[in-house]
């Protein structure tokens, strides 16, 4: 029998990666048991409600949701679906669904992560008919594939691939159809920190290259020079999780940098608490009344350290420049 291989400081590193995709998921389905947003889909991916978690954290991933979910359903509705979308590192992200129930469906929504988030998210899928049936009903012929590794139906495909192999990722989505032809969204949320400057400066140019049309939506830290963005990082060490693109994650202007340097003809960001208000102020108002909220001040330096930003290219003239909050 073949020793096993003694696990090197990447793959400690991975492995803490992939566990960030459970702490999110856990989150959401706490967020959602609490009514801050509705998703019927998150509780077959998790199974337990779990331990409470502090409001400044739910109302944290409630600005998340609606913020990315605002841009990403303005981009299907300027395209009308006519479209395709990227989700890079997705977890057990359930956006698939919403939009179909939502009547927003482009004409593929490819997901891409680890084999093991893959696999454990392709078993669900098959086991769960909740999930299963909405993916039956999208696809028009018998050739469906669904392996342990990737599943690809008529509009929605799954695929296990590294994102710092480009090569990989590029060939793998062409292989499942992806048309560099059609307006693409591309999405990653608390991704590219963890890549190295290098290797996401790598995957975003990739995707400028290949996209004529295109808009990248990339949530995750900011401003993390300071003391609060210290402990934040000192936190995740501690967990083995190294925020290998920090330096990139110094301030709104930096990460507009990122992708205007690789060829994006615009790009914009904003930290989560100034989505936060801009978000519909009556829905902002409901949740508020969910949970009482201690330390309005640490709700504040949270939302602060985390920001949305998006970067488009737009050789179809549909004014993509146009989508902000």
């Given at each position: ?219 995750e830290q900011v401003n993390m020079s300071d003391r ?36 994006w003809e615009h790009a914009d960001a904003l930290d ?6 801009v978000l519909p102020q009556d829905d902002v108002a ?40």
């Amino acid at each position: 029998m073949a020793a096993r291989q003694p696990l090197t400081d990447t793959d400690t590193a991975d492995e803490a990666v992939r566990a960030t995709c459970d702490d999110a998921t856990t989150c959401k389905r706490f967020a959602t048991s609490k009514g801050y947003w509705k998703d019927p889909y998150v509780q077959y991916f998790v199974r337990s409600v779990g331990e409470r978690k502090a409001p400044e954290i739910n109302r944290g991933y409630y600005a998340r949701v609606r913020g990315v979910n605002h841009l990403l359903d303005a981009f299907i509705r300027k395209t009308e679906c006519d479209c395709q979308i990227i989700n890079l590192g997705a977890g057990l992200d359930t956006t698939f669904w919403r939009l179909k129930d939502e009547n927003l469906m482009p004409r593929k929504y490819f997901e891409v992560d680890f084999p093991t988030v893959v696999a454990r998210k392709i078993h669900n899928i098959k086991t769960k008919p909740p999930l299963s049936k909405p993916l039956i009903e999208t696809h028009s012929t018998d050739s469906l594939l669904l392996d342990g590794h990737s599943l690809d139906s008529d509009r929605y495909c799954i695929i296990s691939a590294d994102l710092r192999d480009i090569s990989n990722l590029d060939e793998k989505l062409k292989k499942f159809q992806l048309n560099p032809e059609l307006p693409t969204l591309l999405l990653s949320e608390c991704v590219l920190v963890y890549m190295t400057p290098t290797q996401s400066s790598n995957l975003v140019h990739w995707a400028a290259d290949t996209f004529h049309t295109a808009m990248f939506i990339n949530y995750e830290q900011v401003n993390m020079s300071d003391r609060f963005g210290q402990v934040m990082i000192e936190n995740l060490q501690r967990r083995q999780c190294n925020l290998a693109g920090v330096e990139t994650c110094q301030s709104l202007d930096s990460q507009r940098e990122r992708f205007l340097k690789a060829g994006w003809e615009h790009a914009d960001a904003l930290d989560m608490m100034t989505v936060y208000s801009v978000l519909p102020q009556d829905d902002v108002a409901r949740i508020e009344r969910l949970e009482f909220l201690d330390e309005r001040e640490l709700l504040q330096q949270l939302l602060q350290h985390y920001s949305i930003c998006w970067a488009t290219k737009d050789k179809l003239k549909l004014s993509l420049a146009q989508l902000a909050f």
